[in-house]
């Protein structure tokens, strides 16, 4: 939910600060964009309605008992809809106008019209049946639309709970930048713990703080209403207090130069690998089980992100790898693999499984390569489901049991020492971690030299890259084959987990996932993809593995699309963008004649940075 | 002087330059067709080492088409195109581009996303050699050859004077201004190490100040770093300034060649830039 929020809310504070001009009669709205917006929100609330969102996800509890998950996803479209009509467009030489009660008036009618749609859809469900093409037209749904009573109900109800959601979106415009923050960190705290819920409540049995959960959580999930209350409180202070510290000490260490930088950033990575490698400890079978699945499609992404985010080959098939990785683990480890079982060691088999997949990157890659654009994608889709389709085919049913797949294939031996299954789900997570910080050494030393260098050259003007004495052809399989490479360790430490594989497992849907993971988190940034996967997959859940949310499995698709086509609009750079790309983005040009007069630009580090995240 | 199919010349004998050295470039009857469109048709023309030619002529005679067909991004229909006395036939642009040519382009074509230093390192590609096992395991050699290129690479930026050093290394190539991309395409083009540097309209769109100075930078770039220079230019006073020899194409053929004084006087070349009605003679 977080998600949904405008965009605005985190550029607070922008270095032009020319006076406003008064707030604007209440009256003296636009209509037109008013009606249009309100409009856009009805339609919104009813296809939100009709997807069966709202009563599938009323069982998952926000705040006990006044909001439910399915409450929630019909609330925040009226609060979007009120806070987006009372954005003004900055215009050059036009007068800013202060928010006022113009914006609340705004935003209250805006939402209104958003919630009119719900009262439309409760009288059309009383009085019609359209079950036949509508799946979701249900009385259940009528019922949760009038809270168990009558149809007048609900229709009144939604007009008047669409205003006051609305005005609470225009009040939101009114405030500082600064109670505005308090305001989203208050928001933001409850809808973490919430979220989090699972995940808290596991950590802290681990650690002997159930009395601490049984405090915040109510019996049958949900933030208890006292406890959600305090959290706000306590956020907000914090807010007040803090006044966008993290922010100050961010830009301070982006602001460090050579081996300070250096120093910081080794710190920091030192801290998060003691904490994932502290953590699980105290973790039960579901966090490190949800722990282990993240990395997982960490792994998978950091080899995307090296083929898509550093080479810029848009690769649509990348399951192919994982595919390959898992099965010709499996074959190689299990006793119960049909043709071949050599029964390998898994450290054995691993580099076998790397060398095979490496083949198979350039068997694909060499025909693939030599195409462009929107062509290379579709057929890298193709190769795709070619892969899928040839474990699955009755002709090398002998080698890889066709749909029946490869089962029983053993845990993951490391040097005799232990045994990785998905049995225990704490050493699964610590082998993916394992893998995680080979995979981010390894794209983090390419990226940074002569190859790397070609990899991008390439992405940004491929005729160019060539016309410089770049054989892109060359550069373009070995950005495959790497890509290829961490993309089996995911595979063959995915075939240990679980235990056996099928082609099942493996379909197009999860390219596509994984796809949307490195675009989310931010193209060719090593933080932004796990940030992705950590959203994606872990809040959300991935193609077959539940999420934090797991009731939202039925609509992953949907908020994944949703997701994605905000964030193209909101955020086009990803969630954590590389550095490369949010550098100095707000650099003027002007900069440099000062520059050569001499003068030393002090002023300019307030504005440089590009807009974060709220 | 029209060239013609078929008409083979000894190596330099019509070089205006006078020399009797073979050239380091020269086309043998160059031709390419675009369907029935011919782009270029049977040219002839040779660079000598340390020399500067500029090619001029009208729209669509057929200038860029020349450079694309000399590193090899365009198919050529006909003739061969020697290098350093050896045939450029049937190598990749990237395969030209280590043999000794390196180019601009005429529409600016930076790496947007890359830093200013970034730009100039990559283009040392075909120079270096380390790959992923040294990059993979910090080896002494690739930290080695890591120093160089970045020592090259701030080398080549400090031929502009102050414009592309300092805090502009790590800024990205988008944020740089027109001149500057200019400036930074040359950069690209120095760091490749060519022996000859195609300039594909080196000075379009700067201001008059900004273009004396490049003017300037042309004739440096032969006497300072060696390089032979082909430019394409509309600007005659550039032209002037910096051309050992002039050649005019139009309709892909070569229709005068020698010194500015020359050419510019040459009734084909004023026919060809002011159409046929404007008698001149």
């Known amino acids: ?614 | 002087m029209t060239a013609t199919n078929g008409t083979r010349r000894a190596p330099g004998a019509d070089a205006t330059n006078g020399t009797g050295r073979r050239p380091l470039l020269e086309t043998r009857g160059l031709s390419v067709d675009f369907g029935g469109l011919h782009a270029l048709d049977g040219l002839d023309f040779e660079v000598h080492e340390g020399e500067i030619v500029s090619v001029i002529g009208p729209n669509g005679a057929g200038k860029t088409t020349l450079f694309n067909a000399i590193t090899a991004t365009v198919e050529r229909s006909a003739g061969d195109i020697l290098f350093e006395g050896t045939s450029l036939r049937g190598l990749d642009p990237n395969r030209v581009t280590a043999r000794g040519i390196a180019r601009t382009f005429q529409n600016v074509r930076l790496f947007a996303n890359m830093t200013v230093l970034e730009n100039v390192m990559v283009s040392q590609h075909c120079r270096t050699r380390q790959h992923a096992f040294g990059a993979l395991f910090y080896t002494p050699s690739f930290r080695r050859e890591e120093a160089e290129i970045r020592q090259r690479a701030e080398k080549v930026l400090s031929f502009f004077g102050s414009r592309l050093v300092g805090y502009r290394f790590d800024q990205p190539a988008f944020t740089l201004s027109y001149a500057n991309r200019r400036r930074l395409e040359i950069a690209r083009a120095m760091a490749t190490q060519p022996k000859l540097i195609l300039l594909d309209e080196p000075v379009a769109g700067m201001n008059p100040v900004e273009s004396a100075e490049l003017t300037g930078m042309i004739g440096r770039l032969r006497d300072e770093w060696g390089f032979a220079i082909v430019v394409i230019e509309h600007q005659m006073d550039v032209v002037r300034e910096v051309s050992d020899r002039v050649v005019v194409l139009d309709h892909g053929t070569k229709i005068a060649e020698g010194d500015y004084a020359d050419v510019s006087t040459d009734p084909r070349v004023i026919e060809a830039y002011l159409g046929q009605g404007t008698e001149t003679s």
């Open chain 1, 1 to 614: 939910m977080t998600a949904t929020l405008p965009p605005e809310t985190g550029a607070v504070g922008g270095p032009a600060e020319t006076p406003l001009a008064p707030s604007r009669p209440v009256m003296a709205q636009d209509w037109r964009r008013l009606v249009r917006m309100g409009a856009v929100g009805a339609v919104a609330q009813i296809f939100i309605a009709l997807s069966n969102m709202p009563v599938r996800l009323d069982e998952r509890v926000v705040v006990k008992p006044v909001l439910s998950l399915g409450y929630l996803t019909l609330l925040i479209v009226p609060f979007a809809a009120g806070y987006r009509v009372g954005h003004q467009i900055k215009r050059e030489g036009m007068p800013q106008y202060a928010a006022g009660a113009h914006e609340i008036a705004g935003g209250a009618a805006c939402g209104a019209l958003a919630g009119g749609g719900l009262s439309l859809l409760a009288v059309l469900l009383a009085n019609f049946d359209l079950r036949e093409p509508l799946v979701n037209w249900s009385p259940m749904l009528a019922e949760l639309l009038a809270f168990g009573d009558a149809t007048w109900f609900a229709v009144v109800v939604w007009l008047l709970i669409g205003a006051a959601i609305g005005a609470v979106g225009g009040i939101l415009r009114t405030l500082g930048p600064r109670s505005r923050r308090a305001v989203v960190t208050m928001a933001l705290a409850v809808a973490g713990a919430a979220v989090l819920e699972p995940l808290v409540v596991d950590l802290a049995e681990g650690m002997r703080l159930e009395a601490l959960t049984d405090r915040l959580y109510a019996r049958r999930g949900g933030v208890n209403w006292t406890s959600a209350l305090g959290l706000a409180a306590a956020s907000g202070v914090l807010a007040v207090l803090g006044r966008g510290r993290i922010r100050q000490a961010r830009n301070h260490i982006a602001s460090l130069e050579g081996a300070r930088r250096s120093r910081a950033n080794f710190g920091l990575i030192l801290l998060t690998g003691a904490a994932l490698i502290i953590l699980p400890l105290f973790a039960g079978k579901l966090t490190n089980e949800l722990l282990a699945n993240v990395g997982l499609f960490v792994l998978l992404a950091l080899g995307l992100n090296v083929v898509v985010g550093l080479a810029g080959i848009l690769d649509l098939g990348y399951v192919a790898f994982f595919a390959v990785g898992s099965y010709s683990a499996a074959v190689l480890t299990a006793a119960t693999s049909p043709r071949i079982n050599p029964e390998m060691p898994w450290l054995v088999a691993l580099i076998v499984v790397v060398i095979i997949t490496g083949l198979v990157g350039l068997f694909i890659g060499a025909p693939v390569i030599r195409m462009r654009g929107d062509y290379l994608a579709i057929v890298t889709l193709g190769f795709g489901e070619i892969i899928r389709l040839i474990f699955l085919s009755d002709w090398l049913s002998g080698w890889f049991g066709g749909s029946q797949g490869i089962t029983k294939i053993p845990g993951a031996g490391i040097f005799g020492l232990t045994s990785v299954a998905g049995t225990d789900p704490r050493r699964v997570f610590y082998l993916v971690l394992a893998f995680c910080a080979i995979a981010i050494y390894v794209s983090w030393r390419l990226e940074r030299s002569r190859l790397g260098r070609a990899w991008m050259a390439v992405r940004e003007d491929e005729t160019v890259a060539e016309a410089m004495g770049i054989n892109t052809v060359n550069v373009k399989l070995l950005a495959f084959v790497v890509g290829a490479i961490l993309g089996s360790f995911s595979g063959a430490i995915f075939s240990a987990k679980v235990g056996s594989v099928f082609p099942n497992s493996f379909l197009i849907l999860v390219s596509i996932v994984i796809l949307v993971v490195v675009i989310f988190g931010g193209m060719g940034s090593i933080v932004g993809v796990i940030a992705g996967s950590a959203v994606l997959i872990g809040v959300l859940g991935g193609p077959k593995q539940p999420g934090l949310l797991a009731e939202f499995s039925e609509f992953k698709l949907l908020i994944y699309g949703a997701l994605l086509i905000w964030m193209m609009l909101a955020r086009p750079e990803g969630l954590i963008p590389s550095v490369r790309r949010s550098r100095e983005l707000h650099q003027e040009e002007m900069a440099q004649d000062a520059w050569l007069r001499g003068q030393v630009e002090d002023d300019d580090g307030s504005g440089a940075q590009a807009a974060p995240t709220p």
